[in-house]
C-alpha cells in the first residue's frame, strides 16, 4: 500500500464525530410550531432548511423557506394570513438523511452528495447535532492540499 492510499483509508474510515456542529448551536423547530415561527427562525438564521425535532428531542424532518412558501401559494398571491394556522409538521419534509454519531466519514461524504446538512443521532435516537456538506469538503480540501 502506498502512502497517498494509506492517508486515504485513514480519512474514509475516521469517525465523523470532530465535525459535528452540536446541538446547542443548531436553529432547529418544533413538530406543532406554526408556519410564521418557523419562517422567523428560518429567515433571522439565514439557513435555508432547519431540523424539525419533537418533544423529546428526536428528529422528525425538516423544514425549509421553499416548503412554507410553497404551501400557502394560492392561485394569485402568497396567503400570508394563512402562516399562522398551519404547524410545521403539516409541511415538512420526513424523509431525511441521519446518521450515527461513530459513522465513517466515507459514509458522510457519499450521504453529503445530494444534501447540504445531515442530522446527527446517537444510540438512542436522540439529536446530537448536523454534518454540513462544507465541513466535509473543507476536510476532503485539507488532505488534498496537504
Ligand atoms: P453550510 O454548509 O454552513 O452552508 O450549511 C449548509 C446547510 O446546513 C445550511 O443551509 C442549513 O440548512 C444547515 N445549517 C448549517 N448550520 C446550521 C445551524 N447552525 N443551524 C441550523 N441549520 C444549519
Known sequence: MTIDSLKQSQLMSK???DLIISHEK??????????????????KSGYTAIPVLDNDFRVR????KNEILDSILGLERLEIERLHDITVETVMKNKIPRLKTDATFAKAL???INHPFI???DEKTSFVGILTRSSILALVNRYFQQ
Open 61 to 64: 424532518g425538516q423544514i425549509s
Open 110 to 112: 457519499t450521504t453529503s
Open 15 to 17: 469517525e465523523i464525530s
Open 119 to 121: 442530522c446527527i443521532e
Open 26 to 43: 443548531v436553529a432547529h423547530v418544533q413538530l406543532q410550531n406554526p408556519l410564521d415561527h418557523a419562517l422567523l427562525i428560518l429567515i
